[in-house]
């Protein structure tokens, strides 16, 4: 037979969040509330909203505000921006939030939106294609003002239909070509100029640059370019021996690790064989992040068995060995130029579309410090 329930203790506190006792939930005030409140009609009241107080009677201003502020009626930004056709929402569209360089973008588009009124929101691809079909597919789907685009897919148009409603895109590192957008970008060929100089004043003669897959991303496209014509200018010969700098390309994944490391070992000895004086330039921070660790798994210090330098700064930089040298791109500049660029278009700017390409600047450490010291 089953024992009787204990009697309640009244000394006993109810649970936090128990029915009986749970505090009743305030249902937010609508514009019908405020009407019946005021004894006036809901157009009225969103006159009054929209600062149509001229025609009005001051008697029926004065019940509508009385009214708004006994319910603490507020209005839903949401709705009275679908309403003016703006929800001050624009989105940025990154082909991977763990690459340092999105990060950077991201804080310097965030700086130019707070600034202008507008939010922020992040779509990370994630390197993968279908990702940017769904990105775009929000700019209509959540009311989107814009986009700010980081490329993943560069085969496929799926901008069209968004331009076709009247829906801005502005494209940052990531060229498109056909697509009519502001494009913002660092000065590509004058990076990799920047760290060749470099790399030739401190005596370097043989260099490996180390990207991600270059595929069609035109940043990467660009960087090989000109490192490629760098070293067409550096061609010659002197007493037999090649002169000037020479090089070759490695493309690094995140599934060829080991076979970085073993590529790295082979291709400095050769070198040094030879009486070359070897460097790694990284194509951007995720290639310098791979070349680190696989300097380090071999026992290296850069600098010393070799010189590195990498586009992008990053915070660790300066902590790999005596610290890596890099080519800092304006990452803040660069986002804040976009989100500029873009809320340019959405307030109504008329204009053929531009490109922003902004320098990059050195920063010199102990990884290219000279072979000849």
């Known amino acids: 037979m089953p024992k009787p329930a ?24 609508t514009i019908a509330d405020v009407a019946l409140a005021a004894q006036v009609s809901k157009a009225t009241v969103s006159r009054y909203l929209n600062g149509r107080t001229d025609i009005l009677t001051p008697d029926m201003a004065k019940r509508v505000q009385e009214a708004i502020a ?55 691809l994630g390197n993968e294609a279908g990702r940017e079909r769904d990105a775009m597919h929000a700019l209509s789907a ?115 690790a080991s076979a970085l490391q073993q590529h790295l070992q082979q291709w400095q000895q050769q070198a040094l064989q030879t009486g070359r004086h070897p460097a790694v330039l990284a194509g951007n921070a995720v290639a310098s992040l791979r070349v680190a660790t696989a300097v380090h798994a071999l026992g290296w210090v850069p600098g010393r068995e070799l010189g590195i330098i990498g586009v992008d700064e990053t915070d660790w930089a300066a902590l790999v060995g005596p610290g890596l040298s890099t080519v800092a791109q304006p990452t803040d500049a660069l986002g804040q130029a976009a989100a500029t660029c873009l809320i340019e278009r959405i307030q109504g700017l008329q204009s053929p579309a531009r490109t922003v390409e902004l320098p990059g600047t050195i920063i010199v450490r102990g990884s290219t410090k000279s072979p000849n010291h």
């Open 142 to 256: 959540y009311q989107l003002d814009g986009m700010i685009l980081n490329r993943v897919d560069t085969s496929a148009q799926l901008w069209q239909d968004a331009q076709l409603h009247g829906k801005p895109i502005v494209l940052v590192d990531r060229f498109q070509e056909g697509m009519d957008a502001d494009f913002v970008t660092v000065d590509n060929p004058g990076v990799v100029q920047i760290a060749m100089d470099h790399l030739q004043q401190q005596g370097f003669d043989e260099v490996l640059l180390v990207t991600e897959p270059i595929a069609d991303v035109s940043s990467r496209t660009a960087r090989q370019q000109a490192f490629a014509r760098y070293l067409q200018g550096q061609a010659g010969t002197r007493r037999g021996k090649s002169a000037g700098m020479q090089g070759n390309v490695w493309e690094s994944t995140p599934h060829n």
């Open 6 to 29: 204990p009697p309640a203790n009244p000394s006993r506190p109810p649970l936090p969040g128990t029915a009986s006792h749970a505090a009743p939930v305030k249902a937010r005030a």
């Open 70 to 124: 006994s319910l603490q009626y507020r209005p839903s930004p949401m709705a009275q921006a679908l309403k003016h056709g703006r929800t001050r929402l624009i989105g940025l569209a990154v082909a991977d939030v763990t690459n340092p360089f999105s990060v950077a973008v991201l804080q310097g588009a965030e700086k130019a939106c707070q600034a202008a009124g507008y939010l922020l929101v992040l779509f990370n």
